[in-house]
């Protein structure tokens, strides 16, 4: 099974997504997997960039959760990890 189908088959309900920069300069290895590692969420859409030990995932996310409680978990995830997350809600879904 896929990540992406992973992802799809822990989701019931989704009604939010949002636009999540990651970034790392060493931390936990950060690659085109790692989002798809977050609990109830699925990635639509993401972009891996890496020089030397520096690495930036974007992404589009899709989650059930409110954006700001996404945000908050999203933020602690990544900062756990040695990661740097910013994240833009978009527009609601449905």
């Known amino acids: 099974m896929t990540a992406l189908a992973r992802a799809d088959a822990m989701l019931r309900d989704v009604d939010h997504e949002s636009l999540v920069i990651v970034l790392s300069s060493g931390g936990s290895p950060l690659d085109g997997e790692s989002l798809a ?8 859409w993401q ?3 890496r020089e030397g030990e520096a690495a930036c995932v974007a992404a589009r996310v899709q989650h059930g959760d409110p954006p700001e409680q996404f945000g908050a978990r999203i933020r602690e995830w990544g900062r756990v990890r040695g990661w740097a997350v910013t994240v833009a809600r978009c527009r609601p879904l449905g």
């Open 37 to 44: 590692r977050l609990p109830g969420a699925a990635v639509r």
């Open 47 to 49: 972009r891996v960039e």
